[in-house]
């Protein structure tokens, strides 16, 4: 069993940043790979960023290469995601999520342990 809590997010205007933090707790952090979702109201939950186990792979939805960066700290046991650049396409639910294996898998339903979720919402 893995327990993830989120936390960091927040209201902030277009062109702004925020960081986002993950917590991660009950298995061996570095078996797991993390991954970040989002879901706008209507939408499908959608991938944002993924990791693997031990950091050296990441990989970034399209829609947010080159202003959003995933990064891990296995002595800590946290995800982080750094936002910058935002626009209001981007304001939605983020959910941090854990798969019990070290490589990361790119749909919600590869992912077996998710948090609550933090709200993100950008201004225009």
């Known amino acids: 069993q893995v327990q993830v809590v989120e936390s960091g997010g927040g209201l902030v205007q277009t062109g702004g940043s925020l960081r986002l933090s993950c917590a991660a707790s009950?298995?061996?952090?570095?078996?797991?790979?993390m991954g970040w979702f989002r879901q706008a109201p209507g939408k499908e939950r959608e991938l944002v960023a993924t990791?693997?186990?031990?950091?050296?792979?990441?990989r970034d939805a399209d829609s947010v290469k080159g202003r959003f960066t995933i990064s891990r700290d296995n002595a800590k046991n946290t995800v982080n995601l750094q936002m910058n650049s935002l626009n209001p396409e981007d304001t939605a639910v983020y959910y941090c999520?854990?798969?019990?294996?070290?490589?990361?898998?790119?749909?919600?339903?590869?992912?077996?342990?998710w948090g609550q979720g933090t709200q993100v919402t950008v201004s225009s």
């Open positions: 999520a854990a798969r019990r294996v070290p490589v990361p898998g790119v749909t919600p339903y590869e992912y077996d342990y």
């Open positions: 009950g298995r061996t952090f570095i078996t797991c790979s």
């Open positions: 990791i693997s186990g031990g950091g050296a792979s990441t």
